[in-house]
């Protein structure tokens, strides 16, 4: 009897071995990534970029919202982007920035993300004002370029570019600097280069600010 009792403890013991067998496999390997230096790498590169995020003083008197990417296409990043946040933030084609840099604008807005048209997709146009005069921003040969600015007006490498406020894109939005200064084919308008620091591809985070007006 107590050979019986002991097989059959054995045989129980076995049986449950193996249907746990691939539980404690995944177990097993989420420790494993845990430690592997790859994702140890990959988590405290995301930590350091929310602590970065964390760490921006907005610098515009508006109602603002804070959010991250959850999509964005690796082979074509720099047309658009979805973040979390649509009508249930009650948003609409508000601006969206990072470290206080324009980053583009929602363009469609779904029940709880939102999709950027960003500042570097070719279809984007954005009135912007560098000085008192006012040009277009538009992305170009991959690169942005301000445009519509008359060859004889007062442009000088340096100067800060913002948004103009023409348009729906609230005013004086921080863009970037002139970088460089050309006459077009016709010596009719400047051809602006614009340095823009704002890395689009490393974005993980971004804020929306909520007055548009």
């Known amino acids: 009897m107590k050979k019986l009792i002991k097989e059959n403890y054995l045989f129980l013991i076995l049986f449950l071995l193996l249907i746990l067998k ?60 979805t973040i979390r946040g649509g009508k249930d933030k009650n948003l609409s084609n508000e601006p969206v920035i990072y470290d ?40 170009k040969n991959n690169e942005l370029i301000v445009s519509n600015i008359e060859s004889n007006r007062s442009v000088n490498v340096g100067d800060i570019i913002y948004t103009s406020g023409l348009g729906n894109t609230k005013e004086n939005i921080y863009i970037g600097e002139v970088k460089e200064v050309n006459l077009d084919s016709k010596n009719i308008e400047k051809i602006i280069k614009v340095d823009y620091k704002i890395k689009i591809k490393d974005l993980d985070y971004v804020t929306i600010l909520k007055e548009n007006k």
């Open 22 to 81: 691939e539980p404690i496999y995944k177990i097993i390997n989420i420790k494993e990534d845990m430690y592997h230096p790859t994702k140890c790498s990959l988590l405290e590169s995301d930590y350091n970029k929310l602590l970065e995020f964390n760490n921006i003083d907005l610098v515009y008197e508006s109602e603002f919202l804070n959010t991250y990417i959850i999509y964005k296409d690796i082979y074509n990043y720099l047309n658009e982007i």
């Open 100 to 139: 206080n840099t324009l980053v583009g604008v929602i363009d469609r807005v779904n029940d709880s993300t939102s999709t950027v048209k960003l500042i570097t997709n070719k279809n984007s146009k954005i009135s912007v004002k560098i000085n008192d005069e006012i040009g277009l921003l538009e992305y």
